[in-house]
Nanobody, 114 residues
Framework: QLRLVESGGGLVQPGESLRLSCKAS????????MAWYRQGSREERELVAF???????YHANSVKGRFTIRRENTKNMVYLQMNNLKPEDTDVYFC????????WGPGTQVTVSS
């Protein structure tokens, strides 16, 4: 199974941007859908966005127009560009496949605060 490692989080002010990266330990080409999730206090991690190999990316309503997911299969990478960040985006972000998920990585903390 793939190991996933997320990075790129940090502390930013409202309105600023971050780019999260997810590095897979092997090829993601055969994984039809890769996704970003966030945890918070929810029992079930929230789906933020997903990208398929050939289809239109999906973004949750709460981030639509501000976040953009992109996958780069040749580098085994998945990215999440986060613009116009809001305090409610504060969370730990994870990447994984969707809907079937493998082992979770450590996640990366995003904190939006003035």
């Amino acid at each position: 199974q793939l190991r996933l490692v997320e990075s790129g989080g940090g502390l930013v002010q409202p309105g600023e941007s971050l780019r999260l990266s997810c590095k897979a330990s092997g090829s993601i080409t055969a994984i039809e859908t890769m996704a970003w999730y966030r945890q918070g206090s929810r029992e079930e991690r929230e789906l933020v966005a997903f990208a398929t190999n050939n289809g239109t990316p999906y973004h949750a309503n709460s981030v639509k127009g501000r976040f953009t997911i992109r996958r780069e299969n040749t580098k085994n990478m998945v990215y999440l560009q986060m613009n116009n960040l809001k305090p409610e985006d504060t969370d730990v972000y994870f990447c994984n496949s969707w809907p079937d998920r493998g082992p979770w990585g450590p996640g990366t903390q995003v904190t939006v605060s003035s």
